[in-house]
Nanobody, 124 residues
C-alpha cells in the first residue's frame, strides 16, 4: 500500500515557476511514478513519468518546461514547473504504479495509487 500527498501548488504569473512535491508513505522505490493534471471541464492528462530505470517521459505540451525527478532517500517525487502559462492551470496529482519495474507511462490506467492533488493557477 502506498499513500501519496502533494504539496507546492500555488498562484503565479505567466513565466513563473513552481516546484511540486509528492511525499510517499510506503515503498515506492522501483515503482514507476507519474504526474497528472486536470483542468476544469477537461479530462485528466498525463504530464510526466519516471520509472525504475530513471527514464522520463513528458507530454508534448510541457517538454522543455517541466522536469520530473525522484529522491529515493526521502521517498519523494518532484515536478519542477518553469515558464508557466495560463494553459497549465489545473489540479496536479501524483500517482504510483502498484507493480514494480514497469516502464514510463502517461496513461492514468497504469497507476493504482493517487494523491489528493495540489492546485496550480497561472495568471496572464
Amino acid at each position: 500500500q502506498v499513500q501519496l500527498r502533494e504539496s507546492g501548488g500555488g498562484s503565479v504569473q505567466s513565466g513563473g515557476s513552481l516546484r511540486l512535491s509528492c511525499a510517499a508513505v510506503g515503498y515506492t522505490y522501483r515503482r514507476r511514478m507519474g504526474w497528472f493534471r486536470q483542468a476544469p471541464g477537461k479530462q485528466r492528462e498525463g504530464v510526466a513519468s519516471i520509472d525504475a530505470y530513471h527514464t522520463t517521459k513528458y507530454a508534448d505540451s510541457v517538454k522543455g518546461r517541466f522536469t520530473i525527478s525522484q529522491d529515493n532517500t526521502e521517498n519523494t517525487l518532484y515536478l519542477q514547473l518553469d515558464n508557466l502559462n495560463p494553459e497549465d492551470t489545473a489540479m496536479y496529482y501524483c500517482a504510483a504504479d502498484a507493480a514494480f519495474a514497469r516502464v514510463v507511462s502517461l496513461d492514468e490506467a497504469d497507476y493504482e495509487y493517487w494523491g489528493q492533488g495540489t492546485q496550480v493557477t497561472v495568471s496572464s
